[in-house]
């Protein structure tokens, strides 16, 4: 086994760019509380279904349009679909439906390891009546006196 070591991150992205790994660390934050965040931005190749071969579930990284955030070159036309139809979806409890269901998609198909989930810990004192937001967004102006 060879393990590629990188003095700085910018040659590493380099080399995962150009599917030259066959395993790799990354991570990714999102700057807001939409799953689109992740399930399309990261997990979806960004080509035509079309370019995906029946009976196989990956790309190349060379196929036309494919975009490198997808580390893995995983294709998986069920999960390409639901995606894109929740993207154009207006209804909340259909689009969550359907990130739910892609969501199990990637799951089963072990697309990638997933290592953590950072939960924030927050301490405050009993006279501030405050809620922590969904999307994590740490906003003073929500606290008030208790």
């Known amino acids: 086994m060879n393990i590629n070591q990188f003095s700085t991150f910018s040659p590493y992205l380099d080399y995962t760019d150009q599917g030259k790994h ?23 190749p960004k080509v035509s279904m079309d370019a995906v071969p029946d009976g196989q579930d990956w790309v190349s990284f060379d ?7 997808n580390v893995s070159a995983w294709a998986n036309t069920d999960y390409m679909q639901t995606v894109r139809e929740a993207q ?7 689009r969550r439906s359907m990130y739910e269901e892609a969501s199990q998609l990637a799951h089963d198909e072990a697309v990638w390891v997933f290592l953590n989930r950072e939960w924030l810990v927050y301490g405050i004192n009993g006279r501030i009546d405050w809620d ?14 208790a």
Do not use: I, K
């Open 22 to 44: 066959d395993a790799c660390f990354l991570g990714w934050y999102t700057d807001n509380a939409d799953p689109d965040n992740f399930l399309y931005v990261l997990l979806d």
């Open 132 to 145: 922590p937001r969904q999307d994590e967004y740490f906003l003073a102006q929500g606290m008030n006196q």
């Open 63 to 69: 196929t036309e349009g494919y975009s490198t955030l």
């Open 88 to 94: 154009r979806t207006y209804d909340s409890e259909e």
